[in-house]
């Protein structure tokens, strides 16, 4: 009996330890990988543009490869002619990116985080939000997309 009771014990353990590995997987996006947040999962990814979402499906980050050789006024150009309204919230350095960090509040439906991400000539923007208002997520630091950028590694 004691044994059935340690062989229990021990797959339970093994099954344990898979499911933290698999929590801590790496992503590759454009030229760079990352290690996908604790709690994350992918749900589409291209060459360009990798999508992830929590295990609730409440808060959603995707990850922008910007091929196109385009200053930061052109992205925000863009992403306003989309129906984004951003907010500029200042520059930092995360990671090996100069980091633009905005909020936004798309079609007064989704709101969050946008951050344009630049190491040399290559640019990653990042959005990081949730459907409707949340002020404990707008208020709170943005752990998530910390831990992405501390990650990246240039291939």
């Known amino acids: 009996m004691?044994?059935?009771?340690?062989?229990l014990c021990l797959m339970v353990l093994i099954l344990a330890c898979s499911i933290s590995a698999i929590s801590a997987e790496d992503a590759t996006i454009?030229?760079?990988?990352?290690t996908?947040?604790?709690?994350?999962n992918i749900t589409n990814q291209s060459d360009d543009v990798i999508l992830l979402e929590d295990s609730v499906q409440y808060y959603s980050l995707s990850i922008t490869d910007?091929?196109?050789k385009m200053d930061n006024e052109?992205?925000?150009?863009?992403l306003t002619s989309q129906g984004y309204e951003l907010e500029k919230e200042g520059n930092s350095t995360k990671g090996?990116?100069?980091v633009t960090e905005y909020t936004y509040n798309?079609?007064?439906?989704y709101y969050g985080f946008l951050y344009?991400?630049?190491?040399?000539?290559?640019k990653l923007v990042v959005t990081h939000g949730t459907a409707g208002e949340d002020e404990y997520f707008m208020d709170a630091p943005d752990f998530d997309v910390n831990d992405i950028l501390d990650s990246m590694e240039k291939k």
Do not use: Q, T
């Not at 798309?106 to 439906?109: Q, S």
């Not at 344009?116 to 290559?122: A, L, P, S, T």
């Open 2 to 7: 004691k044994f059935k009771y340690l062989f």
């Open 30 to 34: 454009g030229d760079y990988s990352f």
């Open 36 to 40: 996908i947040p604790e709690d994350y």
């Open 66 to 68: 910007v091929k196109e």
């Open 74 to 78: 052109e992205i925000l150009k863009r």
């Open 96 to 98: 090996i990116f100069n």
């Open 106 to 109: 798309f079609k007064d439906a």
């Open 116 to 122: 344009i991400c630049e190491d040399g000539d290559d």
